[in-house]
């Protein structure tokens, strides 16, 4: 018996790595032109809003494409899929270093982001599909954080390489890693086709796909431009519009498609939707506190943006080390407690930044990172886990799309959101809202308290997590 389970680990252990590198290299990618976005808009002539497109237009092909590749994953093997949006990736990457205009950089970056979309949603498929429930959490665990550590090392990265040789180089280092990782992949991977439906069951709905994905990606515009413009402009009350009536018309063809692009019985699934939205607004918090605290550490204490990024490292290495043992924790306890605790102590490092950090030391900041990357491992795995344990077999592909694609919705609308709020707050020039705040930086003590707010509501959601003991009466009925 330890011999057979000895053996299925060594199987499993180079899938493992594959997964892992995969994800880093595209949460790095993501987060690794942040810095060098001056040195971009100097090179090519371009204003601050022209080459923050470099950022946007990459977020928004992965918010769209994160679901739609989650979904195609029902139709076509693992093995094809994985290595087909890697070497995407790649020469999205090659674009992108060779690019001679701020246009093509533009396009090299959304080239990358359909690839790199894949990344993360069949990774988690891939987990869920290779390990029983109940045995997922712990590699559930590390995928998070490979992701949490990608994300606080790309700005990090971007900036000292960046410095040092020029942003083109961020991307031949990328090209160099995704040209090492497509092979591993064609190895590791699992082939086979993902169920036994029959060819008229395993139709796509493609006007489904495309109708998820212009709501979607008008959402993600709406915001944006809000932030930038303000939310009662044109562009952003018009793309907001517009995401309503894709987002009308996408439940219209839940219920009337015959094989619809979401299956109905997932927005019947009480858990996996609690998981969902504490998932969304998880995300909008996190990524939120991610781009604001160095931001913070610029603006207010006057260091620079490498420095401000190393403010970032305690929380990274939180989430790197504390997601594994929630993802286990959550296989043996149900995901319930350890969301719970995750969010509470977000909430509470929050608070934290936004009544002692915000115009402190550095290091108050820095502690305040540490209590959120703590919170974030306990729930961002275990959450993962609830998410797929609600999942029948055949739904993994949409749902866990659905899923991951929220997180992106989250992390792009929380950015913005909270972005559009601190601008507010800082021409209002009033009095901070958190009463126990005395130092000389209020628009962010505000900004922090908006951010605990949303963590507030994730904690809400949570209540709908089921608990161990859900779980296991739900499994005995079927």
């Not at 001056?38 to 990459?58: E, H, M, N, R, Y």
């Not at 915001?223 to 009350?237: H, I, N, P």
């Not at 344990?389 to 659905?402: M, P, V």
Request: hydrophobic residues 55%; contains cysteine.
């Amino acid at each position: 018996m330890n011999i057979q389970t000895d053996s299925k680990n060594k199987r499993q252990l180079p899938l493992l790595l594959v997964l892992v590198f995969s994800l880093f290299t595209a949460c790095m990618t993501a987060d690794m032109v942040n810095p060098v976005l001056p040195l971009i808009g100097k090179d090519f002539a371009a204003s601050d809003a022209q080459a923050g497109w470099v950022v946007t237009g990459v977020m928004l092909v992965i918010a769209i494409g994160v679901p739609i590749y989650g979904r195609i994953s029902d139709y076509f093997s693992l093995r094809r899929l994985y290595p087909l949006a890697l070497l995407i990736f790649a020469a999205g990457s090659l674009v992108c270093a060779a690019a001679p205009t701020l246009l093509v950089l533009v396009l090299g970056r959304m080239l990358q982001g359909a690839g790199s979309a894949a990344i993360p949603v069949l990774s988690v498929i891939t987990v869920s599909r290779v390990l029983p429930s109940g045995n997922r959490g712990a590699a559930l665990g590390i995928l998070a954080g490979s992701i949490g550590i990608g994300t606080a090392v790309g700005p990090i990265f971007g900036g000292l390489v960046g410095q040092l040789f020029g942003w083109p180089a961020l991307f031949w280092i990328t090209l160099v890693l995704l040209l090492a990782l497509i092979p591993c992949a064609v190895c590791v991977l699992p082939g086979g086709r993902p169920g036994t439906e029959t060819a008229k069951d395993r139709r796509f709905d493609l006007l489904g796909g495309i109708v998820f994905g212009l709501a979607a990606g008008l959402f993600l515009i709406g915001v944006t431009q809000g932030q930038a413009e303000g939310f009662r402009s044109l562009s952003s009350l018009g793309s907001l519009a517009g995401a309503s009536l894709m987002t009308v018309a996408f439940v219209w063809r839940i219920f009337t498609a015959e094989h619809p692009f979401l299956p109905p019985a997932l927005l019947a699934n009480k858990g996996y939707l609690a998981a969902v939205l504490a998932g969304f607004f998880t995300m909008f918090a996190y990524v939120a506190s991610l781009v604001y605290i160095p931001l913070l550490i610029v603006e207010v204490s006057g260091l620079s943006p490498g420095a401000a990024g190393l403010v970032l490292l305690p929380g990274a290495a939180a989430v790197a080390v504390c997601s594994p043992a929630a993802g286990r924790l959550s296989d043996r306890i149900g995901a319930k407690l350890p969301v719970t605790a995750g969010l509470l102590v977000m909430g509470i490092s929050l608070l934290f930044m936004s009544t002692f950090a915000a115009g402190s030391s550095p290091l108050l900041a820095s502690i305040g990172m540490l209590g959120l990357g703590f919170g974030v491992a306990f729930t961002n795995s275990p959450a993962n886990n609830a998410a797929a344990s609600t999942l029948e077999n055949e739904q993994l592909g949409a749902g866990l799309g659905i899923f991951q694609g929220a997180l992106f919705l989250g992390a792009g609308t929380g950015v913005s959101v909270i972005g559009a709020f601190l601008a507010a707050r800082k021409e209002a020039g009033q009095d901070p809202l958190n009463p126990f705040y005395v130092l000389g930086a209020a628009p962010y003590s505000d900004a922090f308290l908006a951010i605990a707010v949303a963590v507030i509501i994730a904690l809400v959601f949570s209540a709908g997590l089921q608990s161990r003991k859900q779980k296991k009466s739900s499994e005995t009925s079927r």
